[in-house]
Nanobody, 118 residues
Framework: VQLAESGGGLVQPGGSLRLSCVAS????????MSWYRQAPGSGRELVAT????????EYADSVKGRFTIFRDDVKKTVILQMNSLKPEDTAVYYC????????????WGQGTQVTVSS
């Protein structure tokens, strides 16, 4: 199983980035998919979650109205669209696949760096 994130980078405050997580080795449709982030000196924080077939979507209060998560199970891809970025959004962003509801495994991607700075 592999989760490959991409799309991170350096962006100015107010800008946008689109993170992608491409899964291989698993049936993505069975998994609850999430994005987490970890800033320097902080713990890992849940940013957004989308259940299988997109039935339920939840966001951290800090990103509501700015970030959007969606999934394409055919392409085995989960996207985090990030708009109106702020310096406090700076972190390493991780993709997470949780298959516990179908007695499958849990997996992390390697992370992608997002830096918001002028």
């Amino acid at each position: 199983v592999q989760l490959a994130e991409s799309g991170g980078g350096l962006v100015q405050p107010g800008g946008s980035l689109r993170l992608s997580c491409v899964a291989s080795g698993l049936r993505l449709s069975a998994y609850v998919m999430s994005w987490y982030r970890q800033a320097p000196g902080s713990g890992r924080e849940l940013v957004a979650t989308i259940t299988s077939v997109g039935g339920t979507i939840e966001y951290a209060d800090s990103v509501k109205g700015r970030f959007t998560i969606f999934r394409d199970d055919v392409k085995k891809t989960v996207i985090l669209q990030m708009n109106s970025l702020k310096p406090e959004d700076t972190a390493v962003y991780y993709c997470y696949a949780d298959g516990s509801t179908v007695h499958a495994g849990r997996y992390w991607g390697q992370g992608t760096q997002v830096t918001v700075s002028s």
